[in-house]
Nanobody, 122 residues
Framework: QVQLVESGGGLVQAGGSLRLACAAS????????MGWFRQAPGKEREFVSA????????YYPESVKGRFTISRDNAKNTVLLQMNSLKPEDTAVYYC???????????????WGQGTQVTVSS
């Protein structure tokens, strides 16, 4: 089992920045690829970013590419999501997830955090 706890969400104005963190515990963190997803009210869960086990490969959808940066610190069992140039459409609950491979689909991930709310005001 891997336990994941997100933090860092909040309210920010459009154009601002937030940094989300996901702290992992349980099994060896470096054995897992990590991903971030988000879900807005009334919408399906959406892929935001992913990072390989070693951190040398990252993957983003076009909607956040150039604005969001995922990183990880395997010594601290932490994955970060730096979000810049935030837009109102980025408003959602953000979840981190752990899985065996880097992927943009949620069924590739086995463990999920409880989420942290990000609200971007216009």
């Amino acid at each position: 089992q891997v336990q994941l706890v997100e933090s860092g969400g909040g309210l920010v104005q459009a154009g601002g920045s937030l940094r989300l963190a996901c702290a992992a515990s349980g099994r060896t963190f470096s054995n897992y690829a990590m991903g971030w997803f988000r879900q807005a009210p009334g919408k399906e869960r959406e892929f935001v970013s992913a990072i390989s086990r070693s951190g040398d490969f990252t993957y983003y959808p076009e909607s956040v590419k150039g604005r969001f940066t995922i990183s990880r610190d395997n010594a601290k069992n932490t994955v970060l999501l730096q979000m810049n140039s935030l837009k109102p459409e980025d408003t959602a609950v953000y979840y981190c997830a752990a899985g065996w491979r880097v992927a943009g689909t949620d069924n590739a991930y086995d463990y999920w955090g409880q989420g942290t709310q990000v609200t971007v005001s216009s």
